[in-house]
């Protein structure tokens, strides 16, 4: 079946530290790829998504690119702020134009919370 | 800017006393989607409405009901609400007329609190 695995939390980084969230995921044919990001108490935000192989996304420092050989989706940032404190969310959808839904697959979840 | 709105943003009611929660949105998009989520947990999806046509998840418990009366809103509905219906609630949005791809956003949740 398709899914979406991605690294346990909780991740605590000093400020200024590389950030890397690992996501890998299982699917038939060729997702879209999306990382949300949720702060304390808010609902979720697109933070990037990428919709085909090789595809990099990226926002507010953030990156990801879309790997189809090694199926992963990896979260990067080279220099995190204590504002990045947050959970972070890896998720796939599969192509409408193939007869799937639009159900959202979703990892557990990754919480970073980052040190002063 | 164009946005996804939900109302309140904190919800308190009474074990079995009926509820319904709002979502609005400017982003003129045709499908909109409820979901249920607990303590940072990944979102869970209750239904959706692609235009009108209502689209149920097989595990959503016939507590929650939904409404659409037009494009831009949608309500939940919790017709008897239990202690393990307390969570966040959030409302989300999607366009699939213009890409392949349904991207969906958020608006930033209504949380409930069951006493």
């Known amino acids: 079946g398709n899914s979406v695995t991605q690294m346990e939390g909780p991740v605590t980084l000093s400020e200024e530290a590389f950030l890397t969230i690992n996501c890998t995921y299982t699917a038939t044919g060729y997702p879209s790829l999306f990382w949300y990001v949720q702060y304390p108490g808010e609902g979720l935000q697109l933070l990037l998504k990428a919709t085909k192989a090789d595809d990099k996304g990226s926002n507010k420092g953030f990156e990801a690119t879309y790997r189809k050989e090694t199926t992963s989706f990896h979260l990067e940032k080279g220099s995190v702020q204590v504002s990045d404190s947050a959970v972070y969310f890896c998720?796939?959808?599969?192509?409408?134009?193939?007869?799937?839904?639009?159900?959202?697959?979703w990892g557990l979840g990754t919480s970073l919370a980052v040190n002063p | 800017d164009a946005m996804v709105i939900q109302n309140p943003r904190y919800q308190v009611t009474q074990f079995g006393k009926p509820v319904t929660l709002s979502c609005s949105q400017t982003?003129?998009?045709?499908?909109m989607y409820w979901y249920q989520q607990k303590s940072s947990q990944a979102p869970k999806l209750l239904f959706h409405y692609y235009d009108k046509d209502f689209n149920n998840e097989a595990d959503t418990p016939d507590n929650f009901q939904s409404r659409r009366p037009n494009t831009s809103f949608c309500f939940l509905d919790i017709r008897s609400p239990g202690l393990g219906d307390a969570a966040m609630y959030l409302c989300?949005?999607?366009?699939?007329?213009?890409?392949?791809?349904?991207?969906?956003?958020f608006g930033p949740g209504t949380r409930l609190t069951v006493l």
């Open positions: 998720a796939l959808t599969l192509p409408l134009n193939a007869g799937n839904n639009r159900k959202l697959i």
């Open positions: 989300a949005t999607s366009s699939d007329r213009d890409s392949s791809t349904d991207t969906q956003y």
């Open positions: 982003l003129n998009h045709n499908v």
